[in-house]
């Protein structure tokens, strides 16, 4: 065999060491402190594994745990299908193509804490134009600083509202490459619309929307600074999510190590859900 | 099954067209016989694509009207129209299977599965797909792919026609031989009408019965490949098939005789109407002959291309290119010629189209 010049490994070089300082040593002093006890004056005491089972049997963890599926698959069950369906209703060419591409982009330029702001001004039952509609028009009482289901609901709406954008133009970059002759040909074979999105548009869309359930996934499974300024994950515990929680442990509580451990659990999750959703959607591709 | 025919049919792409530029079909009056095989033949641009969609429904002319048996059609979508359509592209259904991509279009109407079933059988053994009906359809080469989009356009039995929109673009040069002979074949057995868009003239000539020859959105020729071959209606057709196409020489015509430079040339026979215009001269390669010193135009070699059966030899006189095409031996560039004219196969063109007309010596 033909000796290989493995110089080239040099040029990865730069590439590894900047991951090495802004991801893989960070990440090992958290792995660092989850299996350490440290009580200040960098004085660490060997923890093993207890931390790790600390969180994996807290009732808080738990619950912080379920508050963030229940979230995640909530705004999933709706902006999939709602983006899918603007995405189908969008024209395909003409004037309006750009207006609407620009009106669909423009939530998701907004910076997240201002999302969380602009949502939180919204609702107040006294001054915010959606706060006070609902309670002083329509007389229906709604306040989120109150109620866990009025909290509940603004902050999906505000998710839906933020970013169902985003899988509406992955659908629609999916439609858009469609051939005409594929709607020509079903024309021809007499297919009803349910058969056409079924048959031709769905398919077509398939690989699009795999990254855009992956891209909603972890983003909401990750999601901080939106409902953290926009209800504080009150009232009391109701919409604490996994990432608010974390960060009351870690930076309220300084509690290094039960944070790490939970950090990292956190991870493993999000890693190990992605990868089978990932998996699952894909592994019919190859299939004959 | 149906007569098609196409009445005083014009369109335009723009709203509001003004001149004939403006139409990608001009006046287009034409009756497709039940059954035939038909080619459209003619270059990228000329409108036979438009014409396609026309029949089928896909667009609406913007003048005329379509007869399916003298049942006014203009105003039918697709759907209703019963006719099938063969994409340039192959069009599948991914998620499908092979099966159930040729069921596809008679469970949309409604068909019973027994005769779905049995259609569906009867049409894949006519394209040897048989093995691969429990396939994805999505795993398929392009050419069976090509193949699935056939299937479904002649699943249907009762199809008015059934039309191929230069399917075979994307398929390997070896596959091209074999799914083209396959579709002749597949003629002869359902009988369907079927016309065939190419700008390929083998395709055409291979294919089809009739060939109607279009340029710039207008009919030139319709006829059968000997007639398109020996008796070009137009220099267009002339030029566009054949290999290479026709000899067209600018001439000169005094008192109904011919003049190729000085020399006067013996046509088919007489002209069918005195008239003014740019008068040509058509002779095609393969009825010219070439001598050391006969009778005839007087020429000099320039090329002798030797392109396997025979040989193209290019010749000048009176500062025109004339090709021949001879068997066996061939004089060397640079040679002092003459060539002569097939008088049977010598046509006078007037503006392009055919003046003369046959019946004059051998």
């Known amino acids: 065999m033909k000796k290989q010049n493995q110089r080239a490994w040099l040029f990865v070089l730069p590439v590894l060491l900047l991951v090495a300082f802004n991801a893989l040593i960070p990440m090992m002093t958290v792995v660092n402190y989850s299996v350490q006890e440290t009580f200040g004056d960098n004085l660490f005491f060997w923890e093993g594994l207890g931390w790790f089972e600390q969180i994996l049997r807290s009732e808080r963890f738990h619950a912080a745990l379920g508050r963030q599926l229940f979230f995640t698959v909530m705004i999933l069950i709706i902006e999939v299908p709602l983006g899918v369906a603007i995405a189908l209703a969008m024209p395909r060419q003409g004037f309006w193509v750009p207006f609407c591409l620009i009106t669909m982009a423009l939530p998701m330029l907004i910076p997240w804490n201002v999302v969380g702001a602009m949502w939180n001004i919204f609702t107040l039952p006294d001054i915010g134009l959606l706060g006070y509609f609902m309670n002083h028009t329509l007389g229906i009482s709604y306040d989120m600083t109150q109620d866990p289901v009025a909290a509940w609901v603004t902050i999906i709406v505000m998710d839906v509202w933020h970013w169902t954008s985003l899988v509406v133009l992955l659908a629609y970059a999916g439609l858009v490459s469609i051939p005409n002759a594929y709607y020509q040909a079903a024309e021809i074979d007499g297919a009803s619309n349910w058969a056409v999105f079924r048959f031709i548009q769905l398919p077509k869309m398939k690989t699009v929307l795999t990254i855009a359930v992956l891209l909603r996934f972890m983003d909401s499974f990750n999601i901080y600074t939106e409902p953290f300024v926009l209800t504080g994950g009150g009232p009391g515990n109701s919409t604490t999510l996994l990432s608010i929680d974390l960060v009351k442990i870690a930076l309220g509580q300084f509690d290094l190590g039960p944070a790490a451990a939970m950090s990292l659990i956190y991870f493993a999750i999000t890693l190990l859900a992605s990868w089978l959703f990932y998996t699952l959607m894909t592994m019919n591709d190859n299939k004959a | ?362």
């Not at chain 2, 139409?23 to 095989?37: M, N, P, R, S, V």
């Not at chain 2, 105003?75 to 099938?84: Q, T, Y």
């Not at chain 2, 016309?195 to 060939?211: G, K, P, R, S, W």
Request: aromatic residues 6%.
């Open chain 2, 1 to 362: 099954m149906a007569q098609i025919k196409l009445s005083n049919l014009r369109h335009s792409y723009r709203p509001d067209p003004r001149g004939d530029d403006d139409y990608a079909l001009k006046k287009i009056d034409l009756t497709w016989e039940d059954g035939g095989a038909y080619a459209l033949l003619g270059p990228s641009g000329c409108g036979k694509s438009t014409l396609l969609n026309i029949i089928s429904g896909l667009l609406v002319p913007s003048e005329g009207r379509i007869l399916f048996d003298d049942q006014d059609v203009t105003a039918l979508p697709p759907a209703r129209r019963n006719i099938a359509q063969v994409f340039q592209f192959p069009v599948i259904y991914d998620t499908m299977t092979v099966y159930d991509n040729l069921a596809f279009p008679l469970r949309n109407r409604g068909r019973d599965e027994d005769i779905v079933r049995q259609r569906v059988m009867a049409i894949a053994e006519m394209l040897e797909v048989s093995d691969m009906l429990n396939t994805r359809a999505a795993n398929l080469s392009p050419d069976n792919k090509q193949k699935i989009s056939m299937g479904r356009g002649l699943v249907r039995e009762d199809v008015n026609v059934v039309m191929f929109d230069e399917p075979l673009t994307v398929i390997d040069p070896h596959l091209k031989w074999k799914l083209r002979s396959k579709l002749k074949e597949l003629h002869q057995r359902v009988k369907a009408t079927m016309i065939y868009v190419t700008h390929d003239q083998t395709e055409a000539l291979t294919f089809a019965d009739q060939v109607v020859v279009m340029q710039d959105g207008e009919v030139v020729q319709i006829g059968t490949p000997v007639d398109l071959f020996e008796r070009p209606a137009h220099t267009f057709v002339g030029h566009f098939i054949g290999s290479p196409g026709m000899n067209v020489l600018p001439c000169d015509v005094r008192g109904g005789v011919a003049f190729f430079g000085d020399k006067e040339l013996d046509l088919e026979g007489p002209l069918a109407k005195a008239g003014e215009g740019r008068a040509e001269v058509g002779i095609r390669p393969e009825f010219v002959s070439i001598s050391g010193n006969g009778p005839g135009v007087p020429a000099t070699v320039r090329k002798v291309s030797d392109v396997g059966r025979h040989k193209v030899v290019e010749a000048i006189a009176f500062d025109q290119r004339v090709h021949a095409i001879l068997e066996g031996e061939a004089p060397n560039a640079g040679d002092a010629v003459t060539l002569e004219f097939k008088r049977s196969q010598t046509r006078l063109y007037m503006d392009g189209w055919l003046a003369s007309t046959p019946g004059g010596g051998a």
